[in-house]
């Protein structure tokens, strides 16, 4: 199986990040995209909304599409998380599928601080998403990861302009987030009051 692993703290998801999954999902022939709800990821430090939450809100913007599940692989086990150590366990639970491990263009430029980059090229290939509007990354141009590694490989996806961090701060203010979000996310975020006091530092 081909299997797909897009990680973030979707703090909420919106439609932005169903629209990357799926164009990776048909782009690169993916079987399966779990997307990974981070509990506590190393590079976002500070208060995010509950864990729970935030996998309701994922399970809710997600059904019916039936390649698409949500993984608390990483919100179920104390943090940090980082991503080499959730590719291990994968791969260690999932030894015959295939690995791909999607991450925005713009994130590609701190790979090389993350622990382990290298093992992170072995264990899946590393699919580069770039947005229109930002600098466009061309896979194979990219630094090589050394021996055992993936090719790296690139998906553009269409225009969106929505952020979690744009969402919060709508929320925070009063303000609709309707179409930005699929409706059941936004009604589950209005029946739990989230985002009314929002940490604008967050993204």
């Known amino acids: 199986m081909r299997l797909g692993l897009f990680g973030g703290t979707f703090d909420p998801i919106h439609l932005g990040h169903l ?9 690169c022939g993916l079987d399966r995209v779990w997307f990974v709800v981070a ?3 190393p590079h976002k430090p500070g208060g995010r909304t509950e864990v729970a939450h935030r996998l309701e809100m994922v399970r809710m913007a997600i059904a ?3 390649a698409f599940a949500v993984s608390d692989i ?4 104390p943090g940090p998380h980082y991503s080499v150590e959730t590719l291990e366990t994968v791969r260690r639970d999932h030894p015959h599928d295939e690995l791909f491990f999607l991450i925005g263009a713009d994130s590609l430029a701190d790979l090389p601080g993350w622990r382990a980059p ?15 509007g930002i600098e466009q990354v061309d896979a194979t141009n990219l630094p090589d990861f050394g021996p055992g590694a993936h090719p790296l490989q690139s998906v553009t996806i269409p225009p969106v302009g929505i952020a979690s961090s744009d969402l919060r701060r709508r929320l925070a203010e009063g303000r609709s987030i309707r179409y930005m979000v ?6 589950y975020i209005d029946a739990q009051g ?8 967050e993204r």
């Open 74 to 77: 990483e919100a179920a086990r």
């Open 118 to 132: 290298a093992r992170i090229a072995q264990l899946a290939r590393i699919v580069v998403v770039n947005r229109p």
């Open 64 to 66: 019916g599409h039936s």
């Open 19 to 27: 629209i990357l999954a799926e164009q990776c999902r048909e782009s």
């Open 182 to 187: 699929p409706r059941g996310v936004e009604a």
């Open 39 to 41: 509990g506590a990821p």
């Open 194 to 201: 989230l985002y009314r006091a929002a940490n604008e530092d």
